[in-house]
């Protein structure tokens, strides 16, 4: 199966393109109900935050990753 996602913004996803990802990766069906899709959304904003805190405190994706302190995305 060929991963349709592509994000406009990469660092700020929008709902749908976070309900998109989500579909697409397994996270959940487009079947499960809101609550859980609101619980996942929830969650990924929260590490979208702190991802993006983390980049800007190191000036670029690149540099953060050698920081040793950067996650996997």
Not at 47 to 61: A, F, H, L, Q, R
Request: negative net charge; aromatic residues 10%.
């Amino acid at each position: 199966m060929k991963n349709k996602f592509k994000a406009q913004d990469p660092f700020h996803l929008t709902d749908s393109e976070i309900d998109l990802l989500c579909i697409e990766t397994g996270t959940y069906s487009k079947h499960d109900n809101d609550e859980i899709k609101q619980q996942w959304k929830e969650e990924y904003r929260k590490v979208e935050t702190e991802s993006n805190k983390m980049i800007d405190k190191y000036g670029s994706v690149e540099k953060w990753y050698q920081s040793g302190e950067g996650r996997m995305l």
